[in-house]
Every structure is written in structure tokens, then in C-alpha cells.
């Protein structure tokens, strides 16, 4: 059972708020320096703050893109019934292309649709309601995902363990708890007593700008370290466990997370140390059988070419920038899911807890 009055991330600010039908993104590209959230005032002001990283992290995409279409829509309630319907697909279509491999932003963005498309009143304003509504259920629903996960992953933190994360998947990456790091957030509830290295995760640094700012306000012991740091690190006994979030699952159990996160895997599988996945059910893709089939996000050259602001290679330079990578199934302990932690064949744990 969660005590939640003990969770100190509840306090955190919140990634996406949703008030009085106006969307609130909180810029994540100033923190840990400024703590601002815009006010947004069109859907391409949506689609611009997702692909440029202000809101990020799968389920806060989709949490995101779902009342980026209300943005959308809410100026075109006047519109025929054909029309409207006709609008609700294409600004869906739009806000999906912003970015490509989180599928939580395909999921939630198809839910709405699909709600609007089975509506028996198919009246702008009458559909408008129904997605609105649509829309606040899957920002609920993330909050008990994440609850669920913290709790069926919060065991496997032992007192003085010291636990490697990377990426940010904590409550900035989602409606409050986090994924990877729910777990964490449930244990110190709990009392237990660990250590947390974050990795800072190059090029955007979501480790050392987001991780590390969340789990420091809430007051659980985080270290920084480079990603280059994290063998030595663990080849001095400090890791016990690996806990990292995912973009998209596929059917088979590959994981696609933040670029870095299989080297991660590779090193805990060197070194015996339990690889685990925080997983919501909204981030498992039953369309795409193997990992190699899931789209990974190319992005600006120029964001290896610099350090926070400042530029560090020279003009002209060649680069690579794929922002997500994929960890096959085998160096994956196990899948923490609001159902419980799921294990390998992973074809057929996933389908029977998901879909049986
Ligand atoms: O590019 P980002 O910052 O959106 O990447 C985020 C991640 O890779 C997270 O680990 C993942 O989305 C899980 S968030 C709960």
C-alpha cells in the first residue's frame, strides 16, 4: 500500500498542467537555471515545445500532444461536423510529427481520435467535451501508472544500494512520479537508504540538468557523474542496480531509451549488475515486433557540436545525432510495470499481462 502523504516528489512542480482548459508547459530547457512554465497559445507553439525538448520524456509528450489538440480545436468549434472531425485527424496527424520514437505520443494522440471517431453526437462542441475529457483521463491514468510502478519497483531497492539511472524519467518526464525513478521516490517513502548516480547524459544533459535538480529537491543522495564515468563507477562495486525509463517497448521486450542507455546495459551485463526498464503500459508497442523496427529520432547536428551554449567542435564538422538507441531484450532483468515486473520471454510475459 502507497502512503502517499510520504511521497516528497508529489511536491515537485509538474511537467504539463492542465487548468481552466489552458495548457501550462513548464520550459525544461531552462532548468535547472529558471523555473518557468509558458502558457500555450497555439498548436504549433505544441508542436514547436515538444520537438524542441521544453517537454519531453515519453508519457509527458502524450500527456502534452493530447491537450496540444485541444489547443487546436478549441478556435474551431464553428466548423461543420465533417469539417471539425476532418480537423481533429489532421491536427493529430501534425502533433504526431513533432517527434518520432516516444510511442506514448502516437498512443494518446490515436485515443483521442478514435474517441471523436466513435462519438455518437458528432457536433464540434458536443465532441470538444468528449475529448477534453478524453484528454484529462490519460493525465490521471499516467499518475496511477507511475504510482504503480514506483510500487512494484520500489522491492528492489535495498537499504545502501547504490542505483545508476540515466536520461531523466522522473516527474519532469511524466504527470508526477516517474517511471525509472518511481521506484526511488516510493523507497525513500518507505525509509530505505540509497544512492543514486545520474548519469548527465550528452548531448542535451537531461541527467545533469533534470535528474539530478528533481531527486536533489526531494532530497534523496545523487551523485553526478559523465556518462563516460559509469564503468568505473560500477568496476568499483558502487552500482548494485540499474533502473532506466523507455521511449518505446517493443513486442518482443527491446527497449528503446535515451542514446547512451544500451552502453549502460552492456556495462551492468559485464559486471553482473541488474539491468531494469520502468515501463507504463502506454509505452508498450504491440505494432512493432522487434526493437530494429522502432523509428529513432535523428536530431541537429549542432547539438554535439556544443556544450550547453557554447561550441566546441569545429565549423563544418560532420556529425551523427540519433537521440534514442535500442537495448535488446536479453541484457533486460526485468520490465516494471504498473502490473508488476515482467520477465523474459518477453513476447509472451508481455502479451499475456497486456493483452490476454
Ligand atoms: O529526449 P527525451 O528527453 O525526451 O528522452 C527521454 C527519455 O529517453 C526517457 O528516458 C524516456 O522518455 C522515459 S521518460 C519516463
Not at 178 to 201: C, H, K, W
Not at 232 to 248: A, C, F, N, Y
Not at 304 to 324: L, Q
Amino acid at each position: 500500500m502507497l502512503d502517499t502523504s510520504k511521497l516528497k516528489a508529489d511536491s515537485l512542480v509538474r511537467a504539463v498542467r492542465w487548468e481552466n482548459r489552458e495548457l501550462f508547459l513548464l520550459d525544461q530547457t531552462r532548468l535547472p537555471g529558471e523555473v518557468i512554465e509558458e502558457r500555450q497559445e497555439t498548436v504549433q507553439q505544441v508542436w514547436e515545445s515538444i520537438k524542441a525538448l521544453k517537454v519531453r520524456g515519453a508519457p509527458a509528450i502524450g500527456i502534452a500532444g493530447a491537450y496540444g489538440l485541444l489547443v487546436a480545436l478549441r478556435e474551431k468549434l464553428d466548423l461543420s461536423q465533417g469539417d471539425f472531425m476532418e480537423e481533429v485527424r489532421a491536427q493529430a496527424a501534425y502533433l504526431d510529427s513533432s517527434r518520432p520514437t516516444a510511442v506514448n505520443l502516437g498512443w494518446a494522440l490515436r485515443r483521442l481520435v478514435k474517441k471523436a471517431e466513435e462519438a455518437d453526437d458528432k457536433s464540434p462542441r458536443a465532441l470538444f467535451e468528449v475529448l477534453v475529457a478524453e484528454a484529462e483521463a490519460i493525465h490521471q491514468e499516467d499518475r496511477m501508472l507511475c504510482r504503480g510502478m514506483g510500487v512494484h519497483g520500489a522491492p528492489l531497492i535495498k537499504e545502501g544500494m547504490g542505483v545508476l539511472t540515466h536520461c531523466n524519467a522522473g516527474a519532469l518526464a511524466t504527470s508526477e512520479l516517474g517511471t525509472a525513478l518511481a521506484p526511488m521516490y516510493v523507497a525513500q517513502s518507505q525509509g530505505i537508504n540509497f544512492r543514486v548516480y545520474a548519469d548527465e547524459t550528452r548531448p542535451l544533459l537531461q541527467g545533469a540538468r533534470l535528474t539530478s535538480w528533481e531527486l536533489q529537491q526531494s532530497g534523496i543522495d545523487v551523485t553526478l557523474i559523465t556518462d563516460n564515468m559509469a564503468a568505473h563507477i560500477m568496476s568499483q562495486g558502487l552500482v548494485d542496480l540499474v533502473i532506466v525509463g523507455t521511449d518505446r517497448v517493443a513486442a518482443n521486450g527491446d527497449v528503446a531509451n535515451k542514446i547512451g542507455t544500451m552502453g549502460v546495459a552492456i556495462l551492468a551485463n559485464y559486471f553482473g549488475i541488474p539491468f531494469y526498464v520502468a515501463c507504463p503500459s502506454s509505452t508498450i508497442d504491440f505494432d512493432t515486433a522487434h526493437g530494429k523496427d522502432i523509428p529513432i529520432e535523428e536530431r541537429d547536428g549542432d547539438e554535439v557540436c556544443e556544450f550547453g551554449a557554447r561550441r566546441t567542435a569545429p565549423p563544418g564538422m560532420k556529425t551523427r545525432n540519433p537521440a534514442f538507441d535500442v537495448t535488446p531484450n536479453a541484457l533486460v532483468a526485468g520490465l516494471i510495470t504498473e502490473k508488476g515486473i515482467i520477465r523474459a520471454p518477453y513476447v509472451e510475459t508481455l502479451a499475456k499481462t497486456f493483452q490476454g
